[in-house]
């Protein structure tokens, strides 16, 4: 069980954690992050469960728009027309992570944790979840004005979630 952020985090979230690790072992495989409004806690509750070393590969934390250009190959003109918070960013963010890492499994999280911006929508999160088997998976979702550790937890939920479903685990 996640040592460090166990009493940070509800339990749920924890022991999915540790279960997607398992299942990522059993299978051989190795797993990156691309963060943006979690700022590095996916890496965190990854690295803070023991035994799962060699699963976790790296983690970036990719807050600012140039950021994900520089860490995670991003064009320019990408972040520009599409936004920080896009299906295309959040894409790209995991397909990022998955060329600059030895992992199989890249997922990623963009959103808006709130307060928005005046045109931004508060609690917008995109997600996306590319495999070394050419899958890309994409989720939005709308949290709404949950407080920034509401949308933080929600998302960290929604990537475990498919990262579950992708290693075809049962809920």
Request: proline content about 2%.
């Amino acid at each position: 069980m996640a040592e460090e952020l166990e009493a940070a985090l509800p339990d749920d979230v924890c022991d999915l954690a540790e279960r997607i690790l398992g299942a990522a072992k059993e299978a051989g495989w190795q797993l990156a992050t691309a963060e943006s409004c979690t700022g590095g806690l996916l890496a965190a509750l990854f690295t803070d469960v023991p035994g799962y070393s060699r699963v976790f590969d790296r983690g970036f934390v990719a807050y600012s728009d140039q950021a994900k250009c520089d860490l995670l190959g991003l064009a320019d003109d990408l972040v520009a027309n599409c936004g920080a918070v896009s299906r295309a960013v959040a894409e790209a963010m995991a397909a990022g992570a998955l060329d600059r890492s030895q992992a199989q499994l890249a997922i990623s999280i963009t959103g808006f944790a709130g307060p928005a911006g005046e045109d931004d929508e508060e609690g917008l999160v995109h997600l996306a979840l590319a495999g070394a088997d050419g899958s890309l998976t994409h989720r939005e979702e709308h949290f709404g004005p949950i407080g920034r550790d509401g949308v933080r937890i929600a998302a960290l939920r929604a990537a475990l979630d498919m990262l579950r479903e992708k290693l075809d685990l049962t809920a």
